[in-house]
């Protein structure tokens, strides 16, 4: 089955500390993966997407992920965390809808990772 | 360029009723998709809409329907109203029609609350 799993709950950085949340995904084909961050009362901001080629990508506000296949993670980092950056994040797999006969699909979330940044 | 707008922001409705959610999608977007995020939880795929038609619907029951309007605009409605519903609603929109791996745009959602 298709799924995306976020190990951590909740974690605490201090501001200009580095950073790296953790995503894991199960799918049986190249999947196309997704880092999302949501703000109290906001909707989800794309962060950065892979699709494919490089493994590294780069993404808005200095964060970046890398694909590894052989671990089946898609791990989200940042050199020096900002006190904006707290939020909640999530990581998302674009999977294929079943049944319906075409290349439709949606995305899978994980349950996120909630991020707080000591001053 | 208009991002992804819905309303209303905030919604109390009772057990057994009935409620509408709306969503503009960006400009130039024809692809309309519904998530239902419970607190603590990741968003959950509830259904798509492409041209006016549904494009695929995630794991949940008939009383949660939807429309999509010649301006791409979109409404999700869910009658009788199960304290489980309550959970913040995001609708998303995308330009490609759907396909698999299209990147979505979310809005700020409508966060509905079942008494």
């Known amino acids: 089955a298709q799924s995306v799993t976020q190990p951590d709950i909740h974690i605490t950085v201090s501001e200009g500390a580095s950073l790296e949340l953790r995503c894991n995904y199960s799918?049986?084909?190249?999947?196309?993966l997704f880092w999302y961050v949501q703000s109290p009362g906001q909707g989800l901001q794309l962060l950065l997407k892979y699709f494919s080629g490089d493994t590294l990508v780069q993404g808005i506000k200095g964060f970046e992920a890398e694909f590894k296949r052989s671990q089946s993670s898609f791990n989200l980092r940042k050199p020096s965390v900002h006190w904006s950056d707290a939020a909640e994040y999530f990581c998302?797999?674009?999977?294929?809808?079943?049944?319906?006969?075409?290349?439709?699909?949606?995305?899978?979330f994980g349950k996120g990772t909630k991020l707080s940044v000591k001053p | 360029e208009t991002g992804v707008t819905q309303s209303p922001t905030h919604l109390i409705k009772t057990r057994g009723q009935q409620v509408t959610l709306r969503c503009s999608s960006q400009s130039g977007h024809n692809t309309v998709s519904w998530y239902q995020q419970a607190l603590g939880q990741g968003p959950q795929f509830i259904f798509q809409y492409y041209r006016e038609e549904e494009n695929g619907r995630g794991n949940f029951p008939p009383r949660f329907s939807g429309l999509q309007f010649p301006n791409y605009s979109s409404e999700l409605n869910v009658n009788a109203l199960e304290l489980d519903d309550s959970a913040l609603y995001l609708c998303?929109?995308?330009?490609?029609?759907?396909?698999?791996?299209?990147?979505?745009?979310f809005g700020p959602g409508t966060r509905l609350l079942v008494l």
């Open positions: 998303a929109s995308s330009l490609g029609g759907g396909l698999q791996g299209e990147t979505q745009y």
């Open positions: 998302a797999v674009g999977a294929a809808l079943g049944g319906y006969g075409g290349s439709q699909g949606n995305l899978i």
């Open positions: 799918y049986g084909a190249t999947p196309y």
